[in-house]
C-alpha cells in the first residue's frame, strides 16, 4: 500500500537559498479534488505523472502515482483540469541527512513558501534547519489541492 509521509512548514527567512542544491520548475493542474482524494497530473523536468492522493488531514496520506507521456499531460493541463494551475518552483537542500522541499508558488499562489520534507516513520525524528518556521502539516490551506480553490493571493480577502 502506497503511502506518503510529508510534513510541511512556513520559513523564517531565506537564508536557506544558499543551500540549495537543484531546482526544478512544476506545472500541475487538479481533474478531481473531492472530500475523499486528488486526482492531478504534474510535469517537471521533462517529466509527467498521474497521482491520487488521499484528502486526509495530517503527515500520512494515501499516495499513488503513474507515470504518463508529458504530451498527454500537457493536454490533460490544458483540456481538463481545474483552474488555476498550481505553478512553482521546487528547491532541494539538504540538512542532517534529510533532503528538503522547499516549494516556492508562482501564479495565484504568488509569495507562498513552504517547505517539506518526506519521511519513512511519522514519528522520526527531524533535525530543523535554523530557516524553518512554524509547523502548517495539519493546516489544510497549505495543500496544493486547497490552493487551487483558495489561492494564497486571495487569503487576506478571505479573511
Given amino acids: 500500500m502506497a503511502h506518503e509521509i510529508e510534513r510541511k ?12 542544491q537543484r531546482s526544478e520548475r512544476y506545472r500541475q493542474g487538479y481533474l478531481a479534488n473531492t472530500d475523499r482524494c486528488s486526482v492531478r497530473v504534474r510535469i517537471a523536468d521533462g517529466q509527467a505523472w498521474l497521482n491520487i492522493k488521499s484528502a486526509t488531514l495530517g503527515v500520512r496520506r494515501r499516495e499513488y502515482e503513474f507515470p504518463v507521456p508529458v504530451e498527454e499531460a500537457e493536454e490533460i493541463l ?19 541527512g534529510h533532503t528538503w522541499e522547499i516549494d516556492e508558488f508562482e501564479g495565484e499562489n504568488a509569495g507562498l513558501v513552504v517547505a517539506e520534507i518526506e519521511l519513512e516513520d511519522e514519528e522520526a525524528p527531524v533535525p530543523l534547519p535554523p530557516w524553518i518556521g512554524a ?8 495543500y496544493n489541492a486547497c490552493l487551487i480553490e483558495h489561492p494564497y493571493t486571495t487569503w487576506a480577502r478571505e479573511g
Avoid: G, N, Q, T
Avoid at 512548514?9 to 540549495?20: E, G, I, K, N, P
Avoid at 490544458?78 to 540538512?95: A, D, G, S, T
Avoid at 509547523?135 to 497549505?142: A, G, K
Fill in 135 to 142: 509547523e502548517v502539516s495539519d493546516d489544510r490551506r497549505y
Fill in 9 to 20: 512548514f512556513l520559513l523564517r527567512d531565506d537564508s536557506w537559498r544558499d543551500a540549495v
Fill in 78 to 96: 490544458e483540456h481538463l483540469c481545474m483552474r488555476p494551475f498550481i505553478e512553482k518552483v521546487r528547491h532541494f537542500v539538504e540538512y542532517r
